[in-house]
């Protein structure tokens, strides 16, 4: 496997830096060409050799050095070091979107006859994925509540190689116990791989509880402005990051130069931006369960949530997703969505601007009406993803549909 150079050293980052200096410093340093304090965009597809002996030796490995940016970029390798260091893993490996990071761990660990464990309720595509795509390969899925250890436990076969596991879900926000689970992983003798997506590394850090993987739409919180789509793997072995990193050169999901950049711009103020929205989305969960139009808010910060004891002590705060369900059911949702001004009818979720979405009829489509119903996501359920706006402005917005329902 060809190796890259490591032009952009952090070794001026103490040791312990906080997270918020990470996000900004790590994997970077001043250019070293023109001194240039932002990263350079390397936009290019290939890398000159000194010689034709240079190009022999980096294909060979026996040399580090950039060849051929499906492979490896510098821009790529930056947000790649970055991400790793503030997941605490072995490196990073950006891909063009969070599904080509799914894929890539599937395609890059799984074979025929192999057996997967997943989280009931994950992002729609994670699970249809499997069920639909990865089964024509001959490799067989059980979507567990994995909320509950002993539903893993029992689903696990001599044949499972992975357990996938998203917490908080997608967008029932059910936690799964990341050091129990690993536990009960391990023993089987199959890896444990968790989509962090929703909490970000500023809430919770699963390599640190025992995964083995950790993976990202970088979509969403790590880029943070709903502008570029992207996907990022962390694994804790050098062993899993050259399997994973060969999955990533062979199937091509490799992430472009100027999308790193940019999601390498986004990752700079993600602490800052994880903990405002965070605040904004404590407030409004209250507010939601205070108003009559309300039947129920799921939202871990609430004192209502059954895993509330479960989220401070593996997360370090509750995060910016609220799903909660109208008096009036779908049609009330469907009024509320349409009034609302500030918040964006639309997908996706962790940017600076506030999203709602009905995600049985919009994200989780795919899915049976038995499995909506069997994972909890009622026709009566919206997901609101709460951004950086100001509290009052959001309040308002909210209340006043809330209150024409
Ligand atoms: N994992 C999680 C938890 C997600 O929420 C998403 C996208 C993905 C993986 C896939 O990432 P992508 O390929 O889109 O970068 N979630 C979306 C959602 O809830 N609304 O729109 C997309």
Redo the contacts with the bound molecule.
């Keep these: 496997m060809p190796h890259h150079a490591d032009p952009k050293d952090s070794a001026h980052l103490p040791e312990d830096a906080g997270i918020e200096t990470r996000a900004i410093h790590a994997g970077q340093a001043p250019d070293p060409v023109y001194g240039a304090v932002a990263p350079p965009i390397y936009q290019t597809s290939t890398f000159a050799f000194a010689s034709p002996e240079q190009g022999e030796r980096r294909f060979a490995g026996k040399e580090e050095g950039y060849i051929y940016t499906r492979l490896a970029n510098p821009t790529t390798r930056m947000l790649e070091d970055c991400v790793a260091s503030l997941e605490g893993g072995h490196a990073g490996i950006a891909v063009a979107?969070?599904?080509?990071a799914?894929s890539t761990i599937f395609l890059g660990l799984l074979s025929q006859g192999d057996h997967v464990v997943m989280t009931d309720t994950?992002?729609g595509?994670?699970r249809l994925l499997l069920e639909h795509d990865l089964s024509r390969f001959g490799i067989d899925a059980s979507f567990v509540d994995t909320s509950r250890t002993e539903n893993l436990q029992q689903a696990l076969r001599s044949e499972t190689r992975l357990v996938f596991i998203?917490t908080p879900t997608?967008p029932t926000l059910r936690l799964s116990d990341l050091a129990a689970c690993a536990r009960i992983c391990h023993q089987a003798g199959a890896l444990m791989v968790v989509?962090n997506?929703?909490a970000s590394p500023v809430l919770q850090r699963p390599l640190e509880r025992g995964a083995d993987i950790v993976m990202h739409?970088t979509?969403?919180y790590i880029n943070g402005h709903g502008d570029v789509?992207?996907?990022i793997i962390i694994a804790r072995t050098a062993e899993l990051h050259q399997r994973l990193l060969r999955a990533r050169i062979y199937f091509g999901a490799s992430m472009d130069p100027h999308q790193s950049w940019l999601v390498l711009r986004g990752l700079k103020t993600l602490p800052l931006r994880v903990r405002a929205a965070q605040d904004n989305a404590q407030s409004l969960a209250r507010m939601l369960e205070d108003h009559p139009a309300v039947r129920r808010v799921i939202y871990p910060g609430l004192a209502t949530h059954p895993q509330r004891v479960l989220a401070s002590r593996q997360m370090e705060g509750p995060g910016s997703m609220i799903a909660f369900e109208l008096a009036g059911g779908y049609e009330a949702g469907k009024a509320l969505m349409t009034r609302v001004r500030l918040a964006t009818l639309a997908?996706?979720?962790g940017g600076v601007e506030t999203l709602i979405?009905h995600p049985a009829s919009m994200?989780h489509a795919g899915l049976s009406a038995a499995e909506l119903e069997a994972t909890g996501i009622s026709p009566a359920l919206v997901r609101l993803a709460v951004g950086c706006e100001s509290l009052a402005d959001l309040e308002q917005d909210l209340s006043r549909a809330l209150d024409s329902l």
């Design positions: 979107s969070g599904m080509g799914v994950v992002y595509p994670s998203e997608n989509d997506t929703f739409s979509t969403k789509v992207g996907g997908v996706s979720l979405e994200t």
